[in-house]
């Protein structure tokens, strides 16, 4: 069996999730960003609780394509990511202890660099921006 990245449960995964998509329901900017794409919420949370169950417990029940569906969505911009990530870290802070959620952080930053990243090169043209 493989280790998980740190130290948490599939239920505290759960909560977090559902917490986050409560606050995102609510967010004037990221909200109907999410509106426009998930017409089932239980669903879509479940998704994305097996993505990071996946990610961190290494579950290996997830089959998505996350950079994918955030380029096809069409809406979605790199600028979004910060408003993303504070509201992402707000809702670790208040559900987890502060190792666990400073490490589900870390990774969660790591990721939205890359899908950041992502989306900045598939909506550009030329050569590759260096950062």
Partial sequence: MIEPR?????????????????????????????????????????????????AILFERSYDGNPMAAHAAAGNVHPGMFEPWLGLFDMVLRRNLPPE??????????RIGRALRSGLVDSTTSGPPRLR
Avoid at 6 to 24: G, L, R
């Fill in 6 to 54: 740190f130290p948490i449960t599939a239920d505290q995964i759960d909560i977090v999730v559902a917490d986050f998509y409560a606050f995102i329901r609510e967010h004037p900017g990221l909200g109907p960003v999410f509106a426009a794409h998930v017409t089932d919420w239980p669903a879509h949370e479940a998704k994305i609780a097996r993505f990071w169950r996946n």
């Fill in 100 to 109: 666990t959620a400073a490490a589900w952080s870390a990774l969660a930053h």
